[in-house]
């Protein structure tokens, strides 16, 4: 099993960037998927999710407006559009597979929005 997240670097205030969540070894159509943050010495927060089958989606309300998370079960990927970028959104960003108790995580990109 892997989750292989991308597309992570240094950004600009007000600039944008589009991570991605390569899947492996399972079922990726049948897996939820969300994208989490995380900074040092604080709790790994939860950012935006999406359902096995697309669609309905929901969102951080730091990020609400800015972000946007879709997939292709086509390619196995999930995606983090993420616009409009801030300080604050600086962490660095995991992509997360869950169906029922089962949950898979990747192993992290860092995200920098500095000037």
């Known amino acids: 099993v892997q989750l292989v997240e991308s597309g992570g670097g240094l950004v600009q205030p007000g600039g944008s960037l589009r991570l991605s969540c390569a899947a492996s070894?399972?079922?990726?159509?049948?897996?939820?998927m969300s994208w989490y943050r995380q900074t040092p010495g604080k709790e790994r927060e939860w950012v935006a999710s999406?359902?096995?089958?697309?669609?309905?989606?929901n969102y951080a309300e730091s990020v609400k407006g800015r972000f946007t998370i879709s997939r292709d079960n086509a390619k196995n990927t999930v995606y983090l559009q993420m616009n409009s970028l801030k300080p604050e959104d600086t962490a660095v960003y995991y992509c997360?597979?869950?169906?029922?108790?089962?949950?898979?995580w990747g192993q992290g990109t860092q995200v920098t929005v500095s000037s």
């Open positions: 997360k597979g869950r169906w029922t108790t089962v949950s898979y």
């Open positions: 070894g399972f079922t990726f159509s049948s897996y939820a």
């Open positions: 999406i359902p096995s089958g697309g669609g309905y989606t």
